[in-house]
């Protein structure tokens, strides 16, 4: 017996979630809303003073501008 089975990888649960479904527009959602993500970390990325702060942005920056990639990639290939 496996403690730690999984049945479905991570990627394809993220393909299931992210699914065209025209009624929903979900995909378009998610490119919208992480272009926001990647918009509002660079704001508070300006105007931060803290070294902490200033890498949280850095890192949330680039990991919205990770997912808006994939999220334009799956758009192409519907």
């Known amino acids: 017996m496996r403690l730690f089975e999984q049945r479905h990888t991570t990627e ?3 393909y299931k979630r992210l699914s065209y479904d025209p009624a929903a527009n ?3 959602d998610e490119i919208a809303c ?4 990647i918009e509002e970390a660079y704001i508070n990325f300006q105007y931060a003073q803290d070294p902490d ?3 949280s942005y850095i890192y949330r920056g680039n ?3 990770l997912r808006y990639r994939f999220l334009l990639r799956q758009a192409k290939i519907i």
């Open 12 to 14: 394809e649960d993220v």
């Open 26 to 28: 979900t995909l378009m």
């Open 34 to 37: 992480a272009r926001r993500e």
């Open 53 to 55: 702060l200033i890498d």
């Open 63 to 65: 990991a919205a501008w």
